[in-house]
């Protein structure tokens, strides 16, 4: 299957968005660049939007016959394990394996052992194409890197043999994310990760490690930025010499889950990516949701009064919508507007409010961070909400284009600062 060098991770929560979302990867083809589009949705999003997988498979068929696509595209079963891939086998054919909660728990039987002799002729120091330095393995390293990560690789193994049997031999593309985890890997660790999933014989394709930082849904970096831009292009050094020591695919990349609009970071990953030839997979979360909301609010009227009411009840539910999302929003209470004082902007002083563009003076992360996990509200909306997204497709789907394409595809993949 082919997966192109680059690809780009596009959430969509109501599933309408498909065709304006497609409409800015078409725009980087006739630049001369083909990234190949995932929709990604996580079962906990269908659960709260209360849709089903091959909805997302049939967002993704309608838009790309609508627009005449012919490059690849994928339908991502994102953040799935064991207990939540069956009802995905079907629609997806791209499977992000996430093996969290199994970090740190003990492994079975002979694994251990194996793994050290798997792993005998990899210890030393390794010299990596791409780093200043060889890379140190020893027994210490690796006996830590088993203790904390191999079981999640074994589990990892079983889910993907589960998803090979329940595919009845259709293709998939196999990612094992480690992103949502307490703490990140190294580049060290995620060699040794990399040898295990090999040794475990998971063909992945893309590989999500947890980086140095924060990455809080919606809104910018948080954190060392010259730190991960050295982390990331060390990454880009090890997954590129693991996929050719450890029997993993030829293509094998790192897949970024930003959580959304680390445009901060784009620049440095943009270089790093360049200078390496190395492939990305970006993971956005779900700022389509967000650009829809903007939209409503520019298209005035019953858009507008529809987007203070998502406002006014989010900011009612505060601790309810935001209670699950606690470990990555950062959200100050006391910068919050409030509602009445919202129901008084006009449209683009709302959407001037809500959109990512940090040199906007109106611009308010708070108000932002609070919509962007507010999607529970509209889906309560149901019916309504959804027709007021197709009446206003003009304004709405506008914004979803705009904002892939200019403020994600041109700074990571085209280079805002390449000569043309
Ligand atoms: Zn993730």
Redesign the pocket.
């Known amino acids: 299957m082919k997966l192109e060098k680059y690809s780009i991770g596009i959430g969509d929560r109501f599933g309408l968005q498909g065709v304006p979302q497609l409409r800015a990867l078409q725009m980087a083809a006739e630049k001369g660049l083909q990234i190949s589009p995932v929709w990604n949705k996580s079962n906990r999003e269908h659960r709260i939007i209360g849709t089903h997988p091959s909805d997302t498979r049939r967002e993704a068929d309608g838009a790309v016959r609508e627009l005449g696509w012919r490059g690849a595209y994928f339908v991502d079963a994102d ?1 799935i394990g064991a207990a939540t891939v069956d009802q995905f086998m079907d629609s997806s054919d791209f499977f992000t394996i996430d093996v969290a909660e199994f970090i740190g728990t003990p492994v079975q039987g002979d694994a251990l052992e194996s793994f050290l002799e798997a792993m005998a002729p990899f210890t030393g120091a390794i010299r990596i194409p791409g780093l200043d330095e060889p890379m140190r393995v020893d027994e210490t390293l690796l006996r830590a890197v088993a203790g904390r990560y191999l079981n999640a690789v074994k589990e990892a193994g079983r889910v993907y043999r589960r998803i090979l049997s329940g595919r009845r031999g259709k293709e998939f593309i196999p990612e094992v ?1 480690l ?2 985890s307490d703490a990140p890997q190294s580049p060290g660790e995620l060699f040794l990760i990399l040898g295990a999933i090999g040794a475990e014989g998971i063909p992945i394709r893309t590989i ?1 490690p947890k980086f140095t930082g924060s990455f809080l849904k919606g809104v910018d970096y948080v954190g060392d930025r010259g730190a991960f831009a050295g982390e990331f292009e060390q990454d880009l050094a090890v997954v590129a010499f693991a996929s050719g020591s450890f029997h993993l695919p030829g293509d094998l990349k790192l897949s970024v ?1 930003t959580g959304s609009d680390k445009f901060s970071l784009y620049p440095l990953m943009h270089r790093a990516i360049r200078r390496a030839g190395a492939g990305l997979h970006l ?1 956005t979360a779900g700022t389509t949701w967000i650009e829809e909301v903007i939209g409503l609010a520019e298209a005035g009227g019953e858009g507008l009064r529809a987007a203070r009411e998502i406002y006014r009840e989010s900011f009612g539910r505060f601790d309810e919508l935001c209670g699950p999302y606690l470990q990555v929003i950062s959200i100050d209470r006391s910068k919050l507007p409030t509602p009445p004082e919202v129901a008084s902007w006009p449209g683009e002083v709302f959407a001037g409010a809500l959109r990512h563009d940090p040199l906007h003076a109106g611009f308010n992360p708070h108000l932002r961070q609070l919509v962007h996990v507010g999607y529970k509200v509209a889906a309560e909306m149901g019916p309504r909400f959804t027709e007021l997204l197709r009446r206003h497709a003009g304004p709405v789907g506008r914004n979803v284009t705009y904002n892939i394409y200019q403020r994600h595809i041109v700074p990571l993949f085209l280079g805002a600062d390449d000569p043309d």
């Open positions: 953040h994310s992103d949502e999500a889950h993971k």
